[in-house]
């Protein structure tokens, strides 16, 4: 992604407006782990050897900046979650959306995570499904495809049951085995979904201006809000997961995912970036080529604004509850309280890897012991983005 932004980014911010999110990104990719961003220097206290190590950015839209973050996400999540089945389910926003997702990014994700705990809290509560107990939801925000085209969703991992209101665990419908039916699920998503967007419309706070300046106009507004009641919305409910450790492992392919990693970058050339992509109606590989700019651009579609947290946990997995509602889970379901532990990087990539950073890779004896540092300028490196 380095090789795009140097060949690409210059070339596109004179023609292409741009946030200053999506500009901070495209600075940090280019000098992400070289002297741009400082460094520091180590030496072994056995042999003596000295190796240089570049800084990495750190922007969660670099793809080289999320292994590490992924695996100690991993790791610190395995203490909450509890030995029951849990279901992958995906809500999805409809195409006549995007548009007004685009100009209201902040606004519309927040709607879309809110709707889609609301309507699971729905199903929980009703007699029909019998349940009635406190469920709880961790869920990723989503903005693409696999090609890259804006197409805003959630993934979410559900356990399969919750808390009664006496503190017992309650499976779902077939031991577990069952959620709740999809089509239900999706009418009352839509619902709830346009009840908000419909307030947000008539307080002023949805931005609709350049190509969507026509929504202003209530009469156009409110034909949108027709088709998209008389549309059928997507609910998606994977058949459950046995044991944890597989909700995790999966889970996590989702929440430090970028719109798209490095491996998948095949070619680079002067005018073009070919990457490859999952045709998921053949379940096939295949190969994309588009120009460069217009690579970038989409890229660029799916930078979150600044300081937006895109994973968020709900109900018996709220921060201000999980302790005191887990406590009660695991006493129900007869599981040991565990310890939580707080990993450091170096914990993160030994447990990983079985390798010790802080042991230098030449005598396997000696400890690295930093020697000289060249500190990160603050703020974006300001350099040109053109080679």
């Not at 349940?131 to 693409?144: K, N, P, Q, R």
């Not at 969507?212 to 919305?233: I, M, N, P, T, V």
Request: aromatic share 10%; proline share 4%; net charge positive.
């Amino acid at each position: 992604m380095a090789e795009v932004v140097r060949q690409f980014g210059g070339a596109y911010l004179e023609k292409h407006a741009a946030s200053a999110d999506q500009v901070k990104l495209i600075h940090n990719i280019r000098a992400c782990k070289t002297q741009l961003l400082g460094s520091h220097v180590t030496a072994c206290t056995q042999c003596g050897n000295v190796k240089v190590h570049y800084n990495s950015c750190g922007n969660r839209g670099c793809p080289g900046c999320q292994g590490v973050k992924k695996e100690k996400w991993i790791l610190e999540r395995a203490h909450d979650l509890l030995p029951v089945k849990h279901f992958h389910v995906v809500f999805t926003l409809p195409s006549e959306l995007r548009g007004i997702c685009l100009q209201n990014k902040k606004l519309v994700y927040n709607l879309l995570f809110k709707c889609g705990w609301k309507t699971l809290e729905a199903f929980s509560q009703d007699p029909k499904q019998r349940l009635e107990a406190s469920m709880g939801m961790i869920s990723v925000l989503h903005s693409w495809t696999q090609t890259l085209v804006y197409h805003p969703h959630i993934h979410c991992i559900v356990p399969a049951g919750g808390i009664t209101t006496d503190g017992k665990w309650k499976a779902t419908k077939s031991d577990g085995n069952f959620l709740f039916p999809v089509k239900a699920l999706a009418i009352t998503f839509r619902g709830k979904f346009m009840e908000q967007l419909i307030r947000c419309f008539k307080s002023g706070e949805l931005r609709l201006t350049g190509k969507l300046a026509h929504l202003q106009d209530s009469g156009a507004f409110w034909e949108l809000k027709r088709s998209l009641y008389d549309k059928q919305w997507v609910v998606y409910a994977k058949d459950p997961f046995g044991n944890p450790a597989s909700v995790l492992e999966y889970l996590a392919r989702y929440t430090h995912r970028i719109a798209i990693s490095n491996y998948r970058i095949i070619a680079v050339d002067n005018e073009n970036v070919t990457f490859s992509y999952l045709d998921r109606k053949n379940n096939r590989k295949q190969t994309l080529t588009l120009p460069g700019e217009q690579f970038l651009g989409r890229f660029l579609l799916h930078v979150l604004p600044g300081g937006y947290c895109k994973i968020r946990h709900y109900g018996i997995f709220a921060t201000r509850v999980k302790t005191s509602q887990l406590r009660k889970a695991r006493s129900s379901l007869g599981v040991m309280e565990k310890e939580k532990v707080n990993y450091t990087v170096r914990d993160v990539i030994y447990l990983t890897t079985g390798v010790d950073i802080h042991l230098c890779a030449e005598c396997k004896t000696g400890l690295l012991v930093t020697i000289e540092e060249t500190p990160r300028p603050r703020g974006s490196p300001a350099i040109p983005i053109a080679c």
